[in-house]
């Protein structure tokens, strides 16, 4: 008889926190007591305990993207290309090219490279210059880079400072071509888990690219907000704005929970819901692009939500009667907390048979081992967690 048989539960549970055995709190009894034995059978480390690696300060973090972001441009070499009127550019070139990243030297519906190669306060009357000036494109989505850059840096205090994120995985990012970044959904009040997933490619990626965030109409609806959205690069939830960006080789960030999974109350945190009818593995198989399975814990925090109101959904429904809701989260508190994030980018599934359109149970069942798997990765991360904060 194995010498945990008679713990209970509780017991169990502390004696696996101590051993640092992951994903306990969603084990049953059995299987804590299978992990703890497994643990007695190995040999102790000659080394002893390794204590977990600290996430580096915010400073440092910041020092470092910046160092990773002049590397794109050449100071000592300036823009000269010239508006009709006259006006010199002035910008720096991009490393290896005659022309800066607003006029060519980079593809910034893309890379998310700052145009000066440096993000900051100061940089804004520059960018306000070229903004007045209008010499660059936005692509047809609406997508303008300068924008972005001034959103980027605004944004990058929650990211840093605020919710303190640990990215894992970046690596499994492509850093060229299209590919779906397929998430949990949560937040009750602002989408911030798409702002963070767009930040952390733009923050950690060797390459930095810009995650373009697919929306609810919602977004689309709301003055000041709908233009501000494209500008900053998000997407609307319409096939034709996924699939022109995939077509160009973009990365496109998709939540499949959707609404059921942006509104859930907080006992079902990190419960991820059905992913739909699998729209997003028949998207990834047309176009033949992978997608990376995204775990994201920290989002059902931010605002815990105490229940949902179906009463709430109708009177949204009364002002915007083409959002999709059916229940709205009443949440608690007005600013959000200070949670820590952790974000973990898993390996990609490629598509198997690209250019064409799956069965429809086989993309079912696709979806369904997706969703299994990004669970799975929130079970490890909360049960290696001590403390949302």
Same mark, same amino acid.
């Given at each position: 008889?194995?010498r945990?048989?008679?713990?209970?539960?509780?017991e169990?549970?502390a004696r696996a926190?101590?051993?640092?055995i992951r994903?306990?709190?969603r084990m049953?009894k059995a299987e804590l007591?299978?992990?703890?034995e497994a643990?007695?059978?190995?040999?102790?480390?000659p080394?002893g305990?390794?204590?977990?690696?600290?996430l580096p300060?915010?400073r440092?973090?910041r020092?470092?993207?910046?160092d990773?972001?002049?590397?794109?441009?050449?100071?000592t070499?300036?823009?000269?290309?010239?508006t009709?009127e006259g006006h !010199?550019?002035?910008l720096p070139v991009?490393v290896?090219?005659?022309?800066?990243?607003?006029?060519?030297?980079?593809d910034l519906h893309?890379?998310?490279v700052p145009?000066?190669?440096?993000?900051g306060i $100061?940089?804004?009357?520059?960018?306000?210059r070229?903004l007045?000036?209008?010499?660059?494109?936005?692509?047809?989505i609406?997508?303008d880079?300068?924008v972005?850059?001034m959103?980027?840096?605004?944004l =990058?205090?929650?990211y840093f400072e605020y919710?303190?994120?640990?990215?894992?995985?970046?690596?499994?990012?492509p850093m060229?071509?299209p590919a779906l970044?397929?998430a =949990? $959904?949560?937040g009750a009040?602002?989408?911030?888990?798409g702002m963070m997933l767009a930040l952390s490619v733009?923050?950690?990626?060797?390459?930095?690219?810009? !995650?373009r965030?697919?929306g609810t109409?919602?977004f689309?609806?709301l003055?000041f907000?709908? $233009?501000?959205y494209?500008?900053?690069?998000?997407?609307?939830?319409?096939r034709?704005?996924a699939?022109?960006?995939l077509?160009?080789g973009?990365? !496109?960030g998709?939540f499949?929970?959707?609404?059921?999974?942006f509104?859930k109350p907080?006992?079902?945190a990190?419960?991820v819901q059905r992913?739909?009818?699998?729209?997003?593995?028949d998207?990834a198989?047309?176009?033949?692009?992978?997608?990376v399975?995204v775990?994201i814990?920290g989002s059902?925090?931010?605002?815990?939500?105490?229940t949902?109101?179906?009463?709430l959904?109708?009177?949204v429904?009364?002002?915007?009667p083409?959002q999709?809701v059916d229940?709205?989260?009443?949440f608690?508190?007005?600013?959000?907390?200070p949670?820590k994030?952790?974000?973990?980018?898993?390996p990609?599934? !490629?598509?198997s $048979?690209p250019?064409?359109?799956?069965?429809?149970l086989?993309?079912l069942?696709?979806?369904?081992a997706?969703?299994?798997?990004?669970?799975e990765?929130l =079970?490890d991360?909360?049960? =290696?967690?001590?403390?949302?904060?």
């Amino acid at each position: 008889m194995s010498r945990f048989e008679g713990l209970t539960k509780r017991e169990l549970l502390a004696r696996a926190a101590e051993a640092g055995i992951r994903g306990r709190s969603r084990m049953r009894k059995a299987e804590l007591i299978a992990a703890l034995e497994a643990l007695d059978e190995e040999p102790p480390s000659p080394s002893g305990d390794v204590p977990p690696t600290a996430l580096p300060s915010a400073r440092v973090r910041r020092e470092a993207l910046a160092d990773r972001l002049r590397g794109f441009v050449d100071p000592t070499k300036r823009c000269r290309w010239r508006t009709v009127e006259g006006h !010199v550019c002035g910008l720096p070139v991009i490393v290896g090219d005659v022309r800066c990243a607003l006029h060519g030297g980079i593809d910034l519906h893309d890379a998310a490279v700052p145009v000066t190669g440096e993000l900051g306060i $100061h940089t804004w009357p520059t960018l306000a210059r070229h903004l007045l000036l209008a010499t660059y494109d936005i692509d047809p989505i609406g997508l303008d880079p300068l924008v972005t850059e001034m959103v980027w840096h605004v944004l =990058n205090t929650l990211y840093f400072e605020y919710f303190r994120v640990e990215v894992e995985g970046i690596e499994n990012v492509p850093m060229d071509g299209p590919a779906l970044l397929v998430a =949990n $959904h949560g937040g009750a009040a602002l989408p911030y888990d798409g702002m963070m997933l767009a930040l952390s490619v733009f923050n950690e990626a060797r390459r930095p690219r810009r !995650v373009r965030v697919v929306g609810t109409e919602i977004f689309g609806m709301l003055p000041f907000v709908s $233009h501000l959205y494209r500008k900053a690069g998000g997407a609307y939830a319409a096939r034709a704005d996924a699939e022109y960006l995939l077509d160009r080789g973009a990365l !496109v960030g998709v939540f499949p929970e959707g609404e059921r999974g942006f509104m859930k109350p907080i006992w079902q945190a990190y419960e991820v819901q059905r992913f739909g009818r699998g729209g997003f593995v028949d998207l990834a198989e047309r176009t033949g692009s992978p997608i990376v399975p995204v775990a994201i814990v920290g989002s059902e925090e931010v605002h815990p939500a105490i229940t949902v109101s179906e009463r709430l959904a109708q009177l949204v429904r009364l002002f915007f009667p083409d959002q999709r809701v059916d229940a709205i989260a009443v949440f608690l508190n007005p600013i959000p907390l200070p949670v820590k994030w952790h974000i973990r980018f898993l390996p990609a599934v !490629v598509s198997s $048979h690209p250019g064409t359109r799956p069965d429809p149970l086989a993309t079912l069942e696709r979806t369904e081992a997706i969703r299994s798997t990004i669970q799975e990765a929130l =079970n490890d991360i909360l049960g =290696n967690r001590r403390t949302a904060f």
